[in-house]
Structure formats: C-alpha cells, structure tokens
C-alpha cells in the first residue's frame, strides 16, 4: 500500500514552509446568517520562524489557527503542511502532520482536564504516540518536560491535579502538553490575559528558545502588541481585522512604520512610557468609532471604511487587496489610500459626493 510513500502530486520538498494557509477562509452559518469569520487568508511559517497574529477579539485570530492547526477545515481556499494539502495527505502524513503541529491553548483553566494529574495528562499523548512505552520511560520524559517548561522538581509536580496548581503552574502544564511529541509547529493562542507579565514573560522566553535552539516555528497569537514585539521582533507580524489580514510584514517595520491605519490606531492604544514616542503616537490619526461592525452585516468595500480616518469615497465600493507599502516595500497592506494613493485634486473628501473608485 502507498501509505507511506509520499503523495506524487503533494509539491513536498525541504523548502516548503512547515505551514501554509493559501486564500483560506471560514464561514460559520449562524441563525440563518452567514459569518465570515476569516476571509482569504495567505500566510505561511517555516521551521525556526515566528508569525504573530494580533488584532482586536473577533478579528478571526482563533479561527485562523484553528485551521492552520487542522481543527476545522476551511469553507474554501487551502491549508498545507510541507507542501501537501491537508485534505490529499495520507494517513501516514496526517499523522505526523497532528505529531508536528501542535495548538495551545493558553487558558490554563479551560485546557486542563481537571480529574487527569499533571503525570497522566503528559503520558496520554505519548503513548498514543508510542513515545513512551514502560512506566519508567514516561516517568522519564514525564520529568524532562516538566523541567523544559521550569516545574522543579519535576517530581512534586507529576501527581498534583489541575485544582492543585496556581494559575501560572497550569499554563505550563499546558505548554508541556504541547511539547509531549516534539512538534515543529507550536500555536499559541494566548487568548486571555490572566497571568501577570513575569510568568508570561518567562514562558517566552522558554519558547524564543524552543526556536532558537530547535528551530521549532511559531504561530503566536495575542491582543497586545507589546507581547507581539517581546516575542516576534525577529519574526512577522500579520495584523488582523474583521477577518483579514490588514498588514504583514517584519515585526520591527510593522511595530515602527506601521502603514495602516488600523495599526496604527492599535499601536495608539499601547501605553507608552517614553514621553516623546508617546508625542510622535499622539500625532497620529486615530479611529472615528470605536464600534466593530457586525460580521453578518458588513460594510460594504473596506470594512475598515466606518472607522478609518484616511477613508476616501472609493473606500465605500472598492475592496482593497494586500499590496506592498509604497513607503515601507517590506510591508504588505490592504488599504488603496495607503498603496495607491489618488492625485490630490480628485481624492475623495469626507463629506463623500459621487467619487468614482
Ligand atoms: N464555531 C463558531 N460558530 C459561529 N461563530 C464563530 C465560531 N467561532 C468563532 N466565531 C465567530 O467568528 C469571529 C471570529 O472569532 P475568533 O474566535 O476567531 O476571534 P479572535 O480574534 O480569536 O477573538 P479573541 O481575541 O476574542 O479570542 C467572531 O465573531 C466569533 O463570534
Ligand atoms: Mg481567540
């Protein structure tokens, strides 16, 4: 059987990304409405990289790792792991690819199952796995992943239960659970923000170092931008609105020249302790309304026309399409006023009046 033979017709080679979304999108039918929770997506993240998602709750972050995780399959558009979509993968590939790629949840008290102790929920996966087969040979990687993620002694920790440990000590119960098969890919949606900054700190700096010394690539993904720069500054940053990416580029250019107005409205909102960085952010546009509009009603052309400051009247009709920044090549932004801008006698004003796109 072909089963572990690779796929012919799969494009696998060394040079593939570990993960691919290629104009993937997801469409939840609610009540009768269709919501399109993540529209036309690309990104793509290779072995030692780091991709940070940010953007506001509702912005689609989740659903977008969910798919690269292969959680939920995409309404339409494409998700790959080394180069073979996931839905021509054979059962040897979807294997390694559930091996490889791991999701975790950072709620430490939502991913815990609360009567598992700390020893059987790291054992489960490795013997699924077939990682570990005695009692001694768990017990083993049981204590080498405890010390990975700084539970020391390991031994005081394996028989406690999720109720036993504070807060900071189940979040890396959960990030071992994720390093339990050696994956390649770790998603980590830090989706709540409970933990204060030092152990959350601590914890990056554990998985910077997974990267670094294992080459293990990341999707990380975060509300706040000041994580976003603390962890991906030598990665990408891919910004995300109403379902699509609205920037993407090197963390340092997006974080220092963000060119969309959403980003630069984000960026706004973190507090900044230098005074005069704080004057230059001061200086900025700013957004019109703090509302986010509905997914199952949507503003018609850019989504981001209601609240942009820069909206022109072909911002009402026109749907604008990632393209690099004039001013910054490096970055790639939905936002026609940004990528293309209109000679300044026929740009549209704010008072609207019939512009053409
Ligand atoms: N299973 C589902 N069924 C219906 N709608 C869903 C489902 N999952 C997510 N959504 C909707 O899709 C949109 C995007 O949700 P998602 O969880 O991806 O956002 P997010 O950026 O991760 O937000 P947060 O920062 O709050 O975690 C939201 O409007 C959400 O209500
Ligand atoms: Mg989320």
Redesign the pocket.
Known sequence: MPETTPDSTSHQSSSAPLIELDHAS?V???KGKD?P??SDVSLSVGAGEVLC?V????????????LAAGL?PPSSGSVRFEGTDLTEMTRAQRREYRRAVQYIHQDPYASLNPIRSVRSTLSVPLRRHGLAHSAAEVDQRVDELLTTVDLMPPESYSAKFPHQLSGGQRQRVSVARGLTLSPRLLIA?E?TSMLDVSIRVSLLNMLTKLRKEDGVGFIY?T?DLALAKYFAWEGRTAV?YL?KIVEVGPTPQVINNPQHPYTKALLEAVPEPDPELARQKKAGGGLLSADIPS?SDLPSGCTFHPRCPLAEDRCREVIPLLRSAPEAPAQDVACMVVTDPQPAASAGTAAGGGGLP
């Open positions: 997801q939840f039918h609610v919501l929770a993540v998602l953007g506001e709750s509702g912005s689609g972050k989740t659903t977008t790792a969910r939920a949606d989706s993904i509300h995300m379902g997914l």
